[in-house]
């Protein structure tokens, strides 16, 4: 499955358009490789997602077309959420 459409599957972003913007902008990898909107997911990849000044690291379970709401979160393991501090000058 392609990364963009995972992303959104999964809800780990909502939209697939916004998904695809994120990965383009060069702020997605998977197994420490900067990822495309067409690179390609499997069971045991590793997805390293970067937020504005937060950092989302995720092992992929499983792959599906659709889910629903509450059986998204069985797609992944979070394995390390951090929040960069933001410069206040």
Known sequence: MRIDKFLKVSRIIKRRTVAKEVVNQ???????????????VTPGDKI?????NQTMTVKVNDIRETTKKDEAEQLYDIISQENKPSDSN
Not at 48 to 52: A, D
């Open 26 to 40: 060069g702020r997605v990898s998977v197994n420490d490789q900067v990822a495309k909107a067409g690179t390609k």
């Open 48 to 52: 390293t997602i970067r937020f504005g």
